[in-house]
């Protein structure tokens, strides 16, 4: 069986919730073999959908309170299924991937174009959807997460 075909049938999907300000598809564990050992992992999963300063973004352009932005998402399903894709990692930038002491992030890229849709709806650029897996020190954001990232 394909690693990205037992990514789909482990994770399912989930409805909208809101995670730390962001607006995410909490997912299951994806359970998967790091290439490395001893990483850190935040013990749930999910797709970000909007990023915290979307989210404000967003209720600052419709004038929503946060208990409005919860009504209007927190519960609601994005139709289709994400297809899970490979394993990704991106390093610290500027820092060699092979320098333990730099920081690294694991994460396994998501093609869902139904929730790139429901982000032109809302105003913003598509994003490079993915589930964080595992990191070193910390998740590194603001960097590449898509395919060309794949091990």
């Not at 994770?11 to 290439?35: D, F, Y």
């Not at 946060?66 to 390093?91: I, M, N």
């Not at 890229?109 to 070193?136: C, I």
Request: aromatic share 6%.
């Amino acid at each position: 069986m394909r690693f990205a075909q037992r990514l789909d049938e482990a994770l399912g999907t989930r409805p909208l919730s809101l995670l730390k300000g962001a607006l995410v598809v909490p997912v299951p564990n994806p359970r998967v073999n790091l290439p490395e050992k001893g990483l850190q992992i935040r013990g749930e999963y999910h797709i970000t959908i909007l990023e915290p300063d979307e989210v404000g973004d967003l209720q600052d352009r419709k004038g929503w309170r946060p208990e409005q932005l919860a009504e209007k998402f927190v519960g609601q399903v994005v139709p289709g299924e994400p297809k899970y894709g490979c394993l990704g990692r991106q390093v610290e930038p500027g820092k060699d991937a092979d320098d333990p002491s730099a920081n690294a992030v694991y994460f396994i890229v998501v093609d869902w174009s139904e929730a790139q849709d429901l982000r032109h709806r809302l105003g913003f650029e598509p994003t490079d959807l993915h589930v964080t897996v595992g990191f070193r020190q910390k998740d590194i954001h603001g960097v590449p997460k898509d395919a060309s990232t794949c091990l």
